[in-house]
């Protein structure tokens, strides 16, 4: 049996024990960081290839190449000259000062080094980051060059010429976000990226605005016959589909549920879903079940009796499978889902909307219901219910019905 250790073992190893020592206060960190900042230093003069001379009028004198042409650089004292061409090589060294686009990619690898988001949320900056810098100007940038007109101007521009809507732009938002304030820990920038958006103001008519609300979600009439189509054609994808139009469930819980998470009659326990990420060794997407929820929030939700049949149907047709929806001992996608809910629609001519049209579809006629706001919260699975109100509350019912209401309302 081979013990020997690989060096990556060592490196390892020595990084803990340096850890350790600098814990106990054995090493003097600050004393460390001063040491290697004098050597890059020393570097740097060294690496210098102009010779530096102090004139006959006391001022020190050297050349810098700048555009492929010597530049006379003038100080007057040789410290002076000398932190000058320190500042100008450490503009020029890649690491010490990326561009956007390197930064970008050392925020994510330390992202996931230390396991800070979900494959799912590294794999959402990546779109965010083809989607709004990938082959811009901006990408390019130094990092130590970004002030706030450089960045009002690509913010700006961005918003506009990508059409973004709020929501698009909260992404755009998140990344700039990240990548600068990571710059500026390992000191590539003093640039406060968190006082520029807290000053940054923009009118919301610069926005795109969302598609119609009443064309982003189902009916109640296009919910019950959407239901039972599924019904009358009763596969494991339409019984997960049922399933969800009766509770809100998020398609990514609804793919990720066990049959153990039916804890009771009428109960349902949610604390896991499926998460989307990108293989690093092909690039392509795959699908992971994550044993935490969206946003960590886990809960036991009540179900409906209609539903509580929908899982017991599903438990008798999965056999022996470990996930409520299976098929063939496999567990039924996401994407298998949403083709399914495709297929649904067109079979019975309705507007196809996404799964997720269809929590906010449950959730607002939980709160046009007068169900206590309490249980509404649990049920969806969120925080406060401001959330609720102000991204899931919409009217579910046809015109008709209203313009006949309100006239039994208002009539005289």
Not at 30 to 50: C, G, P, S, V
Not at 82 to 88: G, Q
Not at 299 to 315: H, L, S, V
Not at 369 to 397: L, P
Request: glycine fraction near 4%.
């Amino acid at each position: 049996m081979n013990t020997k250790s690989c060096p990556s073992d060592k490196i390892i190893k020595d990084f803990k024990l340096l850890c350790d020592a600098a814990r106990q206060g054995i090493i003097d960190l600050d004393l460390i960081a001063a040491q290697l900042e004098m050597n890059k230093r020393k570097e740097y003069l060294d690496a210098h290839k102009f010779k530096i001379w102090e004139g006959t009028n006391g001022y020190w004198y050297t050349y810098v190449e700048v555009d492929e042409k010597r530049k006379l650089v003038k100080k007057k004292t040789k410290e002076t000259l000398e932190d000058y061409l320190v500042d100008y090589y450490k503009a020029l060294d890649p690491d010490e000062n990326p561009t956007f686009k390197q930064e970008y990619d050392a925020w994510i690898e330390s992202r996931k080094e230390y396991s800070e988001v979900k494959p799912s949320s590294i794999l959402r900056y990546g779109d965010d980051y083809k989607r709004f810098f990938e082959g811009t100007e901006f990408e390019s940038i130094k990092i130590s060059q970004i002030d706030d007109l450089i960045l009002d101007d690509f913010v700006r521009a961005t918003i506009a010429k990508k059409h973004l809507t709020a929501k698009a732009y909260s992404g755009l938002r998140t990344v700039i976000i990240g990548v600068l304030k990571y710059a500026k820990r390992k000191k590539h920038t003093s640039f406060s990226v968190s006082l520029f958006f807290s000053d940054f103001q923009i009118s919301k008519s610069a926005f795109k605005k969302p598609s119609s609300k009443k064309k982003r979600i189902y009916t109640e009439e296009e919910r019950q016959v959407l239901y039972e189509h599924l019904m009358r054609n009763p596969t494991m994808q339409n019984l997960g589909l049922s399933l969800m139009c009766l509770t809100g469930l998020r398609i990514g819980e609804l793919s990720a549920i066990k049959k153990e998470d039916n804890v009771s009659s009428c109960l349902l326990y949610i604390h896991r879903t499926e998460s989307v990420y990108e293989d690093e060794a092909d690039k392509k997407k795959k699908a992971m079940v994550q044993e935490t929820p969206k946003m960590d929030h886990e809960e036991t939700i009540i179900i409906p009796k209609a539903a509580q049949r929908i899982i017991d149907i599903a438990n008798m047709q999965s056999h022996d499978n470990e996930y409520l929806f299976s098929v063939k001992g496999r567990r039924i996608t996401t994407r298998s889902f949403r083709c399914a809910l495709k297929k649904a629609c067109k079979e019975i001519c309705i507007e196809y909307r996404s799964p997720h049209q269809m929590r906010k579809t449950y959730a607002s006629i939980l709160l046009s219901s007068g169900v206590d706001e309490a249980v509404i919260k649990r049920e969806m699975r969120h925080t406060e219910i401001s959330t609720t109100r102000a991204y899931y509350q919409y009217i579910t019912k046809e015109d008709d019905y209203n313009k006949e209401l309100i006239d039994k309302i208002t009539g005289l």
